[in-house]
C-alpha cells in the first residue's frame, strides 16, 4: 500500500522560509516521480515542483523558481521542499503526489495536466503579510 505522509506546514510571515516533508511508503523513489502540488482557496490544484524517476531532473512552476528547492533523500525514502523568501500567494494546502515512471513535465506549467495516482493528504501553508 502507497502512503504518502506530509509534514512541516505552518505560518509565517512574507519572507520567511518552510521546509516540506513527504516521507513516502510502499514506493521506491528510484521508481516513482514524487512531485508537490498546492491548492489556494478558491482556485485550482497546481503542480508546483517534481524529482524525476528517470534521471533525478527537477522540475519547478514559473511563480516559485530560485525560490523553492526540491530534494530527495532516498535513504529516508523522503522527498523535500524547501520554501524560502515566502509570499502570501504561497498561501494553499500543499500534496506531495507520486507516479510510477511519472512524466514532471505532464504536471507543471502543461496545457493539459495530468495527475499522478498516489496522493497524500496534504499539509497547510499560510504566508501573512
Known amino acids: 500500500e502507497v502512503q504518502l505522509v506530509e509534514s512541516g506546514g505552518g505560518a509565517v510571515q512574507a519572507g520567511g522560509s518552510l521546509r516540506l516533508s513527504c516521507e513516502a511508503s510502499g514506493v521506491t523513489l528510484d521508481d516513482y516521480s514524487i512531485s508537490w502540488f498546492r491548492q489556494a482557496p478558491g482556485k485550482e490544484r497546481e503542480g508546483v515542483s517534481c524529482?524525476?524517476?528517470?534521471?533525478?531532473?527537477?522540475y519547478y512552476t514559473d511563480s516559485v523558481k530560485g525560490r523553492f528547492t526540491i530534494a530527495s533523500d532516498n535513504a529516508k525514502n523522503t522527498v523535500y521542499l524547501q520554501m524560502n523568501s515566502l509570499k502570501p500567494e504561497d498561501t494553499a494546502v500543499y500534496y506531495c503526489?507520486?507516479?510510477?515512471?511519472?512524466?514532471?513535465?505532464?504536471?507543471?506549467?502543461?496545457?493539459?495536466?495530468?495527475?499522478?495516482?498516489?496522493w497524500g493528504k496534504g499539509t497547510l501553508v499560510t504566508v501573512s503579510s
Open positions: 524529482i524525476s524517476s528517470a534521471d533525478g531532473s527537477l
Open positions: 503526489a507520486a507516479d510510477f515512471a511519472g512524466v514532471c513535465e505532464s504536471y507543471i506549467d502543461t496545457s493539459y495536466p495530468v495527475e499522478p495516482d498516489e
